[in-house]
């Protein structure tokens, strides 16, 4: 037999071996895992002996793991009654911590209104502080008028002067 | 399958189904119904994971409490079964993962010192014998398991105790089918060469 079609072979006795049940516990037994098998699948476990250890394996391992079975735990008749008092017990924790931060939040309001309104106060005094000195900053920059240079010539000047002429001359 | 038992499986998951959808509105008798239903395979599942029976129904009941909370965002596109199964596995792994240490015993075979506390009549000599056997088996079967990674003694439980298929646990644990049958081929191999090699050195 060419090796292709044996491995074709071994994957679907292997397939096969996976999908038996371990319901029972006599199917632990190598001869009872291989009796689920169709006729093809038993002979070709005659010849594999690789796919004859993997029931040897199958086998092995149910036997152990039904001592695992054997002491399955079973629930307490009260366990129902447990998980939902739980339950009850989790919402009522979560129900208190929703309240919990609103009545802390009502607690603290005037605290906070008390401390937005100095907030405020503080910041709007040295908002117009800042503004102030500001002011100051730009009048100190700004050029003095100098009793040697001509300062520009302005109509408000010139009646001035002409006012004066006509005083000087009648 | 057998058709007859097929038919049962179906008609059990529509009535899961209906349940889901009632305990989805806050009706907790729907969800008290899911509880008695499947907390035999809760903690048949949690029991093959862990040892102790203490700590069983802790994560069972944990199991039961998320599932609770959780239920919600659980869009029912795969069983409630294979959902709550999802949870008792990440739930024991938890544990073990805190623990670091594997507890050997189930609780419920009884201490060492409860079994030596059987000693005052003859019929509880004859007893504390059965518990210690059983302890000793147990015990046996622990340190074979050993051998093996948590995912894939999760998986043989699965599947040689709880009898799961293949594409179950892959779903339950979100793997391929495909690695599930190569980790559960070499885990009965792992499980047979321990054996075969105790047995040679006689223990």
């Known amino acids: 037999m060419s090796d292709r079609p044996r491995k074709l072979e071994c994957e679907a006795f292997l397939e096969a071996l996976e999908a038996t049940s371990p319901e029972k516990g006599t199917e632990a037994l190598p001869g ?14 005659e010849v594999c ?64 209104v008390a401390l937005c309104t100095l907030l405020l106060v503080l910041g709007g005094t040295w908002a117009l502080e800042v503004r102030k000195a500001e002011e100051a900053r730009q009048a100190e920059m700004r050029p003095v008028e100098s009793l040697f240079e001509s300062t520009a010539s302005t109509p408000l000047n010139d009646d001035v002067l002409a006012v004066s002429h006509q005083e000087a001359h009648p | ?53 203490e700590d069983v129904e802790d994560i069972a009941q944990q199991v039961f409490l998320k599932a609770y909370f959780s239920l919600k965002r659980f869009d029912q596109r795969a069983a409630f079964s294979t959902w709550l199964y999802k949870i008792t596995v990440n739930e024991c792994w938890d544990l073990l993962r805190k623990r670091k240490v594997r507890p050997l015993l189930y609780e419920a075979d009884l201490s060492e010192e409860q079994a030596r506390q059987y000693g005052a009549s003859e019929e509880r ?18 340190r074979l398991l ?58």
């Not at chain 1, 009872?32 to 476990?45: F, S, T």
């Not at chain 1, 998980?83 to 911590?97: D, H, L, N, Q």
């Not at chain 2, 799961?164 to 070499?186: D, M, P, Q, W, Y």
């Open chain 1, 32 to 45: 009872v895992l291989l009796g689920l098998m169709n006729e093809p699948k038993r002979g070709h476990a």
């Open chain 1, 49 to 112: 002996a690789d796919c004859r250890a993997a029931v040897e394996a199958m086998s092995v391992t149910r036997r152990e793991l039904a001592r695992l079975s054997e002491a399955a735990l079973e629930p307490r008749p009260w366990f129902t009654t447990r998980v939902m008092g739980a339950i009850r017990a989790k919402e009522s924790e979560i129900e208190e911590k929703k309240n919990g931060v609103w009545v802390s939040v009502r607690r603290l309001a005037p605290r906070l």
């Open chain 2, 1 to 53: 399958m057998a058709p007859a038992a097929d038919e049962a499986g179906k008609s059990r998951r529509d009535n899961d189904r209906e349940l889901v959808k009632r305990a989805q509105k806050e009706d907790k008798e729907a969800f008290e119904e899911l509880v008695r239903r499947h907390q035999a395979r809760v903690f048949a599942v949690a029991g093959g994971i862990l040892r102790n029976k």
């Open chain 2, 125 to 142: 000599a004859e007893q504390a014998q059965d518990v210690s056997e059983r302890l000793e088996k147990r015990q046996e079967l622990e």
């Open chain 2, 146 to 203: 050993d051998c093996l990674e948590e995912r894939d003694r999760t998986m043989l439980v699965l599947k040689e105790v709880q009898g799961f298929s293949v594409e179950e646990i892959a779903e339950v644990l979100g793997i391929n089918g495909n690695t599930v049958k190569v980790r559960l081929f070499r885990a009965r191999q792992r499980i047979t060469e321990r054996l075969r090699r105790r047995r040679a050195a006689g223990v």
